[in-house]
């Protein structure tokens, strides 16, 4: 088994144990590493690796935000499938019923 990197042990635990533990997704646990090593990695810079980190931030805010816009206020239910008194008037309804 292939030993971890120091930029990636420091501390009491290893980034990867840390992202597991949180059950982050994808995009928040890369930024989570890239975090935790910046400065830290032979041959990359701090300001890479914090530029980095913010791209993956910025990618889940952008999802969160479009996954939100779909479900609309039930929490869960597309706006176009509520009934109108959940969401609209009348006429957003008769619109959707053409």
């Known amino acids: 088994m292939a030993k971890s990197p120091a930029h990636y042990?420091?501390?009491a635990i290893e980034v990867w144990d840390f992202v597991r533990d949180q059950d982050l997704n994808?995009?928040?646990g890369n930024a989570i590493k890239y975090i935790c090593r910046a400065g830290?990695?032979?041959h990359a810079s701090k300001q890479d690796d914090l530029e980095k980190a913010i791209h993956y931030l910025q990618n889940e805010l952008e999802h969160t935000i479009f996954e939100s816009e779909l479900t609309g206020p039930s929490g869960g239910v597309?706006?176009?499938l509520l009934s109108y008194d959940e969401?609209?008037?009348e006429s957003d309804t008769e619109i959707f019923d053409r």
């Open 87 to 89: 969401w609209g008037s």
């Open 78 to 80: 597309p706006h176009s």
């Open 26 to 28: 994808y995009h928040l």
């Open 9 to 11: 042990t420091r501390g």
């Open 40 to 42: 830290h990695k032979l």
